[in-house]
């Protein structure tokens, strides 16, 4: 069954970082284009990132600078670096497999700034 | 960046209504469209791609249609499940935009 788990969400402090997984199965994340889109408390979609099958990346100008989209073939798995948080990045994060478009989406994982 | 604006915002309908929801771009993009449902403590679900093709295992009530500009959602017979928030999203140039949402409550 193809399958996308996040995690690494938390609760940090303004100008803090944290580190977002999202491991899949049942398809290789790096064969596939994979995005992350979050979701503050409340409000609609905001797409936030893609990484291309060919390593190739694209990010939002909110978090431009500050986020880092990557893989690990070996581990099959997605990431999500954000550095210099700010009250505004709290958000439902969730991760997706991208044809035109993310199709298949993982359950999210909550983050939080907050001092 | 290509601007999605989707209405209405909300709108309230009865089981076995029809409900049209629109999403205009702010400049052509072919048929890169995208519409998603999303219920509360969900995470977006896709319903239709290229603009009128429909995502496996969706029920066929739901329909898409427009390129360029305009596009528009339909639910044919409205059913207590689909009860939710809609979302369009263009995927013809990035940043990726998604419209502002459109909840369907019960009336």
């Known amino acids: 069954e193809e399958q996308l788990v996040e995690s690494g969400g938390g609760s940090i402090q303004p100008g803090g970082s944290l580190r977002l997984s999202c491991a899949a199965s049942?398809?290789?994340?790096?064969?596939?284009?994979m995005s992350w889109v979050r979701q503050a408390p409340g409000k609609g979609l905001e797409w936030v990132s893609v990484?291309?099958?060919?390593?190739?990346?694209y990010y939002a100008d909110s978090v431009k600078g500050r986020f880092t989209i990557s893989r690990d073939s070996s581990k099959n798995t997605l990431y999500l670096q954000m550095n210099s948080l700010r009250a505004d990045d709290t958000a439902m994060y969730y991760c997706?497999?991208?044809?035109?478009?993310?199709?298949?989406w993982g359950q999210g994982t909550l983050v939080t700034v907050s001092s | 960046d290509i601007q999605m604006t989707q209405s209405p915002s909300s709108l309230s309908a009865s089981v076995g209504d029809r409900v049209t929801i629109t999403c205009r771009a702010s400049?052509?993009?072919?048929?890169?469209l995208g519409w998603y449902q999303q219920i509360p403590g969900k995470a977006p679900k896709r319903l239709i791609y290229?603009?009128?093709s429909l995502q496996s295992g969706v029920p066929s009530r739901f329909s898409g249609s427009g390129s360029g500009t305009e596009f528009t959602l339909t639910i044919s017979s409205l059913q207590p499940e689909d009860f939710a928030t809609y979302y369009c999203?263009?995927?013809?140039?990035?940043?990726?935009?998604f419209g502002g949402g459109t909840k369907v409550e019960i009336k």
């Open positions: 990484i291309y099958s060919g390593g190739g990346t």
């Open positions: 049942g398809f290789t994340v790096s064969s596939n284009y």
């Open positions: 400049q052509g993009i072919g048929n890169d």
């Open positions: 997706a497999r991208d044809s035109r478009g993310p199709f298949q």
């Open positions: 290229a603009a009128s």
């Open positions: 999203l263009q995927h013809n140039s990035y940043p990726l935009t």
